[in-house]
């Protein structure tokens, strides 16, 4: 069965309060929406928070075929192979979300405009707002 997955973190300064949000939709158009309060993070973590959120969720549900669609660039270019990540902060979160990724049969990331995000965008809030 085949997922797409947006995600988007929040972080109220940066280091500061921080959320995940992931929005599950599956083949028929059936919408998960998840939340998770994450302390004190930075943006960046909190993005990687929510990717894993995600997966973590769609690895529950037996998806197979998953689609992430993130609009943080760095996020996107890091698991894409195009930057290095470098921040001693991310290298575990990004190791971890390597592995589940690799989990699944088929795996596309892109990134999207923050236009096209703004469900996953307030459910990260959402998760701060409701700690």
Same mark, same amino acid.
Request: one cysteine or more.
């Given at each position: 069965?085949?997922?797409?997955?947006?995600?988007?973190?929040?972080?109220?300064?940066?280091?500061?309060?921080?959320?995940?949000?992931?929005?599950?939709?599956?083949?028929?158009?059936?919408?998960?929406?998840?939340?998770?309060?994450?302390?004190?993070?930075?943006?960046?973590?909190?993005?990687?928070?929510?990717? %894993?959120? @995600?997966?973590?969720?769609? &690895?529950?549900? $037996?998806? !197979?075929?998953?689609?992430?669609? *993130?609009?943080?660039? /760095?996020?996107?270019?890091? %698991?894409? @192979?195009?930057?290095?990540? &470098?921040?001693? $902060?991310? !290298?575990?979160?990004?190791?971890? *979300?390597?592995?589940? /990724?690799?989990?699944?049969?088929?795996?596309?990331?892109?990134?999207?405009?923050?236009?096209?995000?703004?469900?996953?965008?307030?459910?990260?809030?959402?998760?701060?707002?409701?700690?």
């Amino acid at each position: 069965m085949k997922w797409v997955l947006y995600c988007d973190g929040a972080s109220r300064g940066n280091p500061g309060e921080a959320g995940a949000g992931a929005l599950l939709i599956d083949e028929k158009g059936h919408e998960i929406s998840l939340t998770r309060y994450l302390g004190k993070k930075t943006n960046n973590q909190a993005e990687y928070e929510a990717l %894993l959120l @995600g997966l973590e969720e769609l &690895k529950k549900r $037996g998806a !197979v075929e998953v689609e992430v669609k *993130a609009d943080s660039e /760095l996020l996107v270019r890091q %698991l894409n @192979g195009q930057y290095r990540v &470098k921040h001693e $902060g991310l !290298v575990p979160l990004y190791k971890q *979300a390597k592995d589940v /990724l690799n989990s699944f049969a088929k795996v596309k990331i892109r990134h999207i405009p923050r236009e096209q995000n703004k469900k996953a965008d307030r459910l990260s809030n959402e998760a701060i707002d409701l700690k």
